[in-house]
Structures are given as structure tokens and as C-alpha cells.
């Protein structure tokens, strides 16, 4: 093995020399090689099959797989030397084992099934998705859109409101110092950016703040921006949703139709700039942490929602012309619980929804009815967002959401955190298409109407075993002397399954 060497000059005197030594092979790697080698110092395509088929479980490999293997490596370790034979050394084939994109653990594909429903999906989720920074006082821009895009986000979230004089649109988080985007800055960079690492749907769901006009006003940006990209129901509303597969390259529309700004009970002042009335929202936010009971989780649902899918103060605004169009646009329609939490999970309907909850909602419904969040994400899409106190923009634990069928688990992705690495891990999957197919437990019905409970403590099945053999290659993201002016760095391994427990006990069921 090669061994290279860092320089750290220290107190601006003299050099202290750091040997970096490469990884050698680690006994398990060791004794398969030979293994399957028969002890013989190289591996030919008919035994790496082996290798693959009998212990990776890559059934469908052939020896043409196995050959090209050997070729991307012989490529890469060995450009500079011509190659008489066609096989792998020990270290070759330890080089392969640790190379993600010759075989990575997550397929780089997308290998679930596209054709169900879209509640049947978990989807990779933006929460204020045009803000730079937090939630108070940063930058509106197209910026944090693009990124999202490109990372694979298929929701993207859009905040409303009038120009200052009230004959344009603006993006920004209301209430806030933020600084506004244009709305048709935002549209372009959606539509320029939307399927450029996945074909499958975004979703953008828009809280509302406008008149009847400047909803007109949008209708228009919308259909001349997007075109045929833009999907609407023939229909008022859906009675099922379409699938991801039927939706490749459309955008889509979720807010509350226009009919249902009237029955918000909130009668605030629309315009969106004033420092006085964010920290007013904010400490009515405090209070809702405090002291909830089920009871005050059913009155605040209406309220809350309100917050995240828009309202108005204009009674008058159903009555003009122009909301029809903008309604007709809408495919997903965001609904409300008019009638508390309880009874709007419980509610039999012909149409299908969204629902917005809070983070906090979520946790106290599923204390509370954890079945019945299921049940209503069998049919449903239930949208959760981060508390309003979060103005950093942190994120909350997305587990409880996704154990209980929340598709749209909304994070503020220009944050920071364990939980949005656990949200950036989960949407690797599937060939980071922003589609991850949900558990068939979650959308199962048993033969006497039962639908999973998170709550059961169920018989494990099977048991994942971690061993981390190596951490390697820091050095060639980071110069010498990123972590520590003086010398290299000193890492550490912690493994642990912290919140993934729910997901151990839960896939449990499934196995």
C-alpha cells in the first residue's frame, strides 16, 4: 500500500511531517477475497459473480456485469499500466467494496413502483422554500428554489402576497423583515430547474394572501409560464389522486380554494411587512406549546392551518371575477378542520385533500389518534410543518410524521441539523427521485377494518447489524489544514439508532 505525507509548519518555525497512510484491506475483506479465490492472489469474473450473487444478493448480475466491474476498476487503479490479464488483485478488490458509485449500498435508480396514488409516497418536502437564511430576516430569492430542485425536492412551498402597490405579486414570508422575490422570478426558476434531477411531479403549494385580482394576476403567470407542464383537473376536485408515474415532468398547484378565504376566521391585516406583528404570532405560537390538551388541539387546527395555507381579511373577494380561474387551477386542494382535528381525521369523504399540521398537532394527534392519522393518509395527503418559534430555520424530527403516513414532512432545507441529514438520507433512496413509496403496512386494511398502530409494540424480525470498517478520504475534500492548523485530524465513528427505533419495531410488521 502507498503512504503519502502533510506538512504542518508550526509556531512559523519549522515543519512537523505527518505520514497519511492508505487503508488496508480489513480482515473480513481478507478472508473473502480468498474465499472465493480458492487462496489464489487474483479474483477472474466467474468468482467476483459468485462473490456478488452469493453474498451481496445481486441475483440479477451476469458475468458482463462482473467483467465491466473489472474493467472500471482496472481503469481507475491502473490507467498508467496495460493490464494482461482481467482480474482483481486484493486491493482492487477491496478499492470496489468502498466505491459508492461502483457499489454503493442505494441503488442510484428509481426501482420503486411509480403507478400507485400519490398519498402512497413520502415526498421530499421544502418548507418557505425561497428564504436564504432564517425565518425573520433573510433574503427572499429564486436561489434556495434552484438548489432544492437540483437536490431532488418535489415540494416546493410559495408565500403570497401584494406589492406595496397592490398590483403585483411578491414572495416572502409575511409579517417578517424578510426581504420579497418577485413571484415570476420564482415560477421561471421552478419551471427552468423543476426536472432537472427527477421527471417525477413538484408539487407547489402556495399560501395565499391575495385579492381576487392578483389571484387572476397568478392564474395568468401560472398557465403562461408552464404551460402544458401545469396539471389541473378537468373536475372541481379530485376523487382520487394521479400518480407519479401518470404526473412525469407536470407541476401541480395545492392551496385552499378561493371559497374557503371566507370561512378563515382570522381578520388580519394583509400586508406582510411589520416586526410588531411577527412577535405577535410568534408568542400566540409560544402559548400553543404550552399546557395543550386534546381539546385545544381541535380549536387551534383551524388557525394554525391558516397560517401555512393562507387567508384574507376581504369578505368580499368570492364575489369578484378572477377567482374562478385561479380555483380551477388548484389540483390538490388544501382543506381546513372546520370542525376540529378529530372529526376532520374521522370525516368520510368522496374528495380527496390536503391537510396542514403544525409539528406540534402532529405529536398530540398522534398521542391521540394515532389510527385515525393513518386512515387518513390511506386516501389523503397530510402536510407537516415547522412550529413558528423556529426562526433559525432548525427542523423537528420528521419520525413521528412518516410513522403515521405524513407525505409531505415539510423541512426548511437552507437549515441545519441531524434531522434534515436524516431528511437528505431518506430521499437518497429510490434513485433520489423525491418519491420514496411508503411501507405497504401503512396503506393496509385488515379484515376487520384495522389499520396499523405505531403505538403496538410488535415482535422483532429481523435485525440489521452495522460494522463500519474505514472513514476515509477527508483529504480530498478538505485541505490539510481545514480542521487543524497543525496537524491532521482526529475522527470518530458513533453509530446509534437514535429515532429509528419507531422503524425497526414498525418494519418489523412488514418482514
Avoid at 508550526?10 to 478472508?31: A, H, Q, S
Wanted: with cysteine.
Amino acid at each position: 500500500m502507498g503512504s503519502s505525507y502533510n506538512y504542518y509548519r508550526m509556531f512559523g518555525c519549522f515543519n512537523r511531517k505527518f505520514k497519511i497512510r492508505e487503508t488496508e484491506p480489513p480482515p473480513d475483506v481478507r478472508d473473502a477475497f480468498f474465499r472465493y479465490t480458492g487462496k489464489g492472489i487474483q479474483m477472474n469474473a466467474d468468482q467476483l459473480l459468485r462473490y456478488l450473487v452469493e453474498v451481496q444478493g445481486e441475483e440479477g448480475c451476469t458475468i458482463k456485469d462482473a467483467e465491466q466491474i473489472i474493467q472500471h476498476v482496472a481503469s481507475r487503479r491502473h490507467h498508467l499500466i496495460r493490464r494482461l490479464n482481467h482480474s482483481l488483485e486484493l486491493d482492487d478488490f477491496f478499492f470496489y467494496l468502498f466505491q459508492d458509485d461502483l457499489n454503493g449500498a442505494i441503488k442510484s435508480q428509481v426501482h420503486h413502483d411509480m403507478t400507485a396514488p400519490l398519498q402512497h409516497y413520502f415526498i421530499y418536502t421544502g418548507h418557505n422554500s425561497y428564504l436564504t437564511g432564517n425565518q425573520l430576516s433573510s433574503d427572499c430569492s429564486e436561489i434556495p428554489i434552484v438548489k432544492a430542485l437540483e437536490r431532488g425536492v418535489r415540494g416546493i412551498e410559495l408565500d403570497l402576497w401584494p406589492s406595496s402597490g397592490k398590483d403585483n405579486i411578491h414572495v416572502l414570508h409575511g409579517r417578517t423583515l424578510t426581504t420579497p422575490v418577485p413571484l415570476l422570478k420564482c415560477l421561471k426558476a421552478i419551471r427552468d430547474h423543476a426536472f432537472v434531477k427527477s421527471p417525477y411531479p413538484v408539487i407547489i403549494t402556495l399560501e395565499d394572501h391575495l385579492t381576487p385580482d392578483l389571484q387572476a394576476k397568478v392564474a395568468e403567470m401560472v398557465i403562461q409560464i408552464f404551460g402544458e407542464m401545469l396539471y389541473y383537473p378537468q373536475s372541481e376536485c379530485l376523487e382520487e389522486f394521479p400518480s407519479p408515474e401518470g404526473l412525469k415532468n407536470r407541476i401541480i398547484l395545492s392551496t385552499k380554494p378561493p371559497k374557503e378565504y371566507l370561512e378563515s376566521k382570522n381578520q388580519r391585516d394583509t400586508s406582510p411587512v411589520g416586526k410588531d406583528s411577527f412577535r405577535e404570532d410568534l408568542l400566540k405560537k409560544e402559548k400553543s406549546e404550552i399546557g395543550a390538551e386534546d381539546h385545544d388541539t381541535d380549536e387551534r387546527s383551524d388557525s394554525d392551518q391558516d397560517d401555512e395555507d393562507g387567508d384574507t381579511s376581504n369578505d368580499q373577494q368570492s364575489s369578484q371575477p378572477g377567482a374562478p380561474k385561479y380555483k380551477s387551477l388548484i389540483a390538490v386542494h388544501a382543506g381546513k378542520a372546520k370542525h376540529g382535528l378529530k372529526r376532520a381525521l374521522r370525516e368520510e369523504n368522496n374528495k380527496v385533500s390536503r391537510l396542514s399540521l403544525s409539528e406540534q398537532e402532529v405529536v398530540r394527534a398522534a398521542e391521540n389518534y394515532g389510527t385515525d392519522l393513518v386512515r387518513f393518509t390511506q386516501k389523503n395527503i397530510l402536510r407537516v410543518y415547522p412550529k413558528g418559534t423556529r426562526v433559525t430555520s432548525s427542523n423537528f424530527k420528521p419520525m413521528t410524521g412518516w410513522m403515521h403516513g405524513a407525505q409531505m414532512v415539510a423541512f426548511n432545507m437552507q437549515g441545519y441539523g441531524k434531522s434534515l441529514w436524516m431528511m437528505h438520507g431518506m430521499f437518497r433512496s429510490n434513485g433520489s427521485c423525491g418519491y420514496v413509496k411508503k411501507p405497504q403496512f401503512l396503506m393496509d386494511i385488515g379484515p376487520h377494518n384495522e389499520v396499523f398502530d405505531p403505538k403496538v409494540k410488535l415482535p422483532v424480525k429481523k435485525t440489521l447489524q452495522v460494522r463500519v470498517y474505514m472513514g476515509d478520504g477527508w483529504r480530498l475534500d478538505f485541505s490539510h489544514t481545514h480542521f487543524d492548523a497543525y496537524s491532521p485530524p482526529d475522527f470518530y465513528t458513533k453509530v446509534s439508532d437514535g429515532d429509528c427505533s419507531l422503524f425497526h419495531d414498525s418494519f418489523a410488521y412488514l418482514n
